[in-house]
């Protein structure tokens, strides 16, 4: 007698990447447990959230009923041929292994026993379309409309239900500010394995641009009692529909959308599968939609190509945010679309964005990131983005995004923390280590901030670590990232501080290193850069990374993290340079700026030009060093010490940014500056009131413009 097992790879995508897929197992023709694998045919499908999957059902010995079995996929991806389909370790310290596992159930039921591989999660959770038929190549056929179904994880909740927002697009922490409507009363979910879905409901469009949140009764509440119920945001919203800064901290609130903070907003259906034809309407939702493949078509008819390595790029480091000179509102999109004739002038071929996933307020540089695949609705959000790339890649210009996997929002309140569970160990979006009586000054604190936060993970940035250790967690990182490249056309990411995430772990309670999160750091940065590469075999890949580790840069089929290139700061402290540097940096820049006979340490600077050669970004000024960091300044205020900026001194310190720039672009390494620098910015660029000192890009230094032209070929 045998027990059949059915196999499931789901690609988690409607292209069509993956060709020749066969399954590999521990078993023997014969369904007996076997070191030597056995391989065979996956027949290819579309599952009826549109994505491509393979499935194979295997007939296994019942007599191995009990028995752990291995398994996983090759198939011909864009990589090439035989390429190895699960990217994600198995969950051990000790071994980078890659497959899946799972014990034989008796037989005796009507139904296969069920293994599913999920790729990426971002078709799978979420509010999706679903379809009763299969997709073919020229659309679909064979029914009415499509559907929706929404799916959360969260493991430890008593019970969960999908409910719909109001006017006011937030909803009390007792209710208050659901949809009153009987047509969208409140929709039960079901679980399985953690994951919380609810039926397929029909007619998408009755829903689409419908605000909701995930009702969740958390372990141990009273699921009789409203009352008892945390309201969340969705993890995989692809928008929030606040683009202000208030929150009501679980209040009343009856204003606008537009002065709600995103971040604690309700979530928002949206058609990922549609466009907004304009960029911009004066009404919300827009009325003019236009399918993707109408709208991306035209993409690259001006005949210009984007730059294909790393080592091909001028990098223009921006932020939307600080654009909008003279307004008074945040820069967004259409100001960005407004630069790009400038940038083309000047040169550049990438443009290096700070973080504009869903992050608070606006006046941020949006490293706090709160939703990984909603954008930044007070810039524009995801629609009007999609026009800002597409207008990009017309002129030639790649896009590179700045990603924040090493923490969340700091408040991530209706986000992330404490999703559905008030228990420390079971705040399955953060890693805690062993239990709260673990840590007697913690569990005993009096305030509310600090109970039972010993076991927390502090890695050297704004929040506790992420729970690299969950497969769920690493893959909403994972899955935001594919879904950035696949839906919006990104070309590229620069992954903040990713040292946070390998080396800098420690635990809360007593700083005592944490290398068990460290590890999983390390498995969770190549699993993220396997699986880009596999799905875009060209995408560019750069790190924050202050590691100085050989590993950062080497594929990942030799153990390596799989980044193209590192930020490498020291090109900055020796070229420009902190005052606040010791004098094992050479500081060209401030140290020319005292205007006395002091010696330039030429040699040091020798050093790190050669350094540069070694898959490294360069640049003489960034987001981080331009008045943020203690001691730092605009490179036109270092120059001369922050004397007044007129007469002859103007005129030495332009020659000196000329000298910082030009080193940088004739270095070995990638160039980047930050925005501002090719017109000789002067006001310090901080996190706390850059919109304050915002610069006009367009009025001023034409020279220096100019000389930034000339180096970079125009």
């Not at 390595?309 to 999109?333: Q, S, T």
């Not at 994972?478 to 800098?504: C, K, P, W």
């Not at 036109?636 to 940088?664: D, P, Q, W, Y």
Request: proline share 4%.
């Amino acid at each position: 007698m045998s027990i059949p097992v059915r196999f499931m790879y789901s690609t988690g995508m409607k292209r069509d990447l993956f060709h020749n897929a066969r399954l590999t197992g521990s078993w023997d023709r014969s369904g007996r447990y076997s070191e030597q694998w056995t391989e065979s045919t996956m027949e290819p499908g579309v599952l009826e959230d549109g994505s491509i999957c393979f499935t194979a059902t295997v007939a296994l010995d019942e007599a191995e009923a009990g028995r752990e079995f291995r398994w996983g996929v090759i198939f011909d991806a864009p990589q090439g041929p035989n390429q190895w389909g699960i990217l994600t370790e198995i969950n051990s310290t000790a071994s980078a292994d890659r497959y899946r596992t799972f014990v034989l159930e008796p037989g005796g039921t009507d139904r296969p026993q069920e293994e599913i591989y999920h790729l990426i999660h971002c078709l799978w959770l979420g509010a999706n379309k679903q379809y009763t038929t299969a997709r073919g190549d020229t659309g679909i056929a064979g029914r009415d409309e499509a559907g929706l179904r929404f799916a959360v994880w969260a493991p430890n909740a008593e019970k969960v239900d999908v409910v719909f927002g109001g006017e006011s697009g937030y909803i009390a922490d007792d209710g208050a500010g659901m949809n009153e409507s009987s047509d969208f009363s409140p929709l039960p979910m079901r679980p399985k394995n953690g994951v919380w879905m609810t039926e397929i409901i029909p007619r998408f469009s009755r829903y689409d641009h419908r605000l909701y949140m995930y009702r969740i009764w958390k372990e141990g509440r009273n699921t009789s009692s409203q009352g008892e119920a945390s309201y969340r945001t969705d993890l995989y919203s692809r928008c929030q529909i606040g683009s202000g800064t208030f929150d009501p901290r679980g209040g009343h609130f009856s204003g606008r959308t537009t002065e709600l903070d995103g971040t604690k907003s309700c979530s928002v259906v949206i058609d990922p599968e549609t466009v907004a034809k304009n960029f911009k309407e004066d009404v919300w939702p827009e009325h003019e939609f236009i399918s993707e493949e109408e709208f991306w078509k035209d993409e690259f008819t001006s005949g210009k190509r984007l730059p294909g390595r790393v080592e091909d790029l001028v990098i223009y480091e921006l932020h939307i945010g600080a654009l909008g000179f003279g307004k008074n509102r945040p820069g967004n999109f259409e100001d960005a679309i407004e630069l790009l004739d400038h940038l083309t002038e000047l040169g550049v071929n990438a443009i290096e964005l700070l973080p504009i996933s869903e992050f608070e307020g606006w006046a941020q540089w949006g490293y706090g990131t709160s939703h990984y695949f909603a954008l930044e609705y007070s810039a524009g959000g995801r629609d009007q983005f999609k026009h800002f790339i597409r207008e990009c890649h017309r002129r030639g210009i790649a896009v590179i995004m700045d990603v924040v996997y090493n923490h969340y929002h700091h408040d991530a309140e209706r986000a992330e923390w404490a999703y559905d569970s008030d228990v420390p160990e079971h705040n399955v979006y953060y890693w805690y280590e062993g239990r709260p009586s673990d840590y007697p000054r913690f569990y005993e604190a009096a305030t509310n901030n600090q109970k039972g936060h010993g076991g927390y993970i502090d890695n050297m940035s704004t929040g506790y670590a992420p729970r690299y250790h969950e497969e769920m967690v690493r893959k909403l990182f994972i899955s935001s990232a594919v879904t950035l490249m696949e839906n919006f056309h990104i070309d590229g990411f620069r992954m903040d501080q990713t040292t946070s995430i390998h080396a800098y772990n420690v635990l809360h309670a007593n700083g005592k290193p944490a290398g068990n999160v460290n590890a999983f750091g390390v498995k969770f940065l190549r699993e993220l850069c396997s699986t880009l590469k596999m799905i875009k075999p060209d995408v560019i890949l750069t790190a924050e990374d202050h590691s100085n580790w050989d590993k950062v840069t080497e594929g990942t089929d030799r153990g390596g993290l799989g980044f193209d290139a590192v930020w490498y700061a020291d090109f900055y402290h020796h070229l420009s340079g902190d005052t606040g540097r010791g004098p094992e940096y050479a500081n060209l820049i401030t140290t020319a700026g005292y205007g006395d006979d002091r010696p330039l340490n030429m040699d040091y600077f020798a050093g790190v030009l050669l350094a540069s050669a070694n898959k490294k970004v360069v640049y003489h000024e960034s987001h981080d060093e331009a008045g943020n960091s203690e001691h730092s300044m605009r490179t036109i205020h270092a120059a001369v010490n922050r004397a007044s900026l007129s007469g002859e001194t103007r005129r030495v310190a332009e020659a000196r940014c000329r000298f910082a720039f030009g080193m940088s672009v004739l270095s070995a390494g990638t160039p980047l500056f930050l925005m501002g620098e090719e017109v000789g910015a002067q006001k310090d660029y901080r996190y706390s009131d850059f919109a304050d000192n915002r610069e006009d890009l367009y009025g001023q230094g034409k020279g220096m413009e100019d000389f930034y032209s000339g180096f970079t070929g125009t």
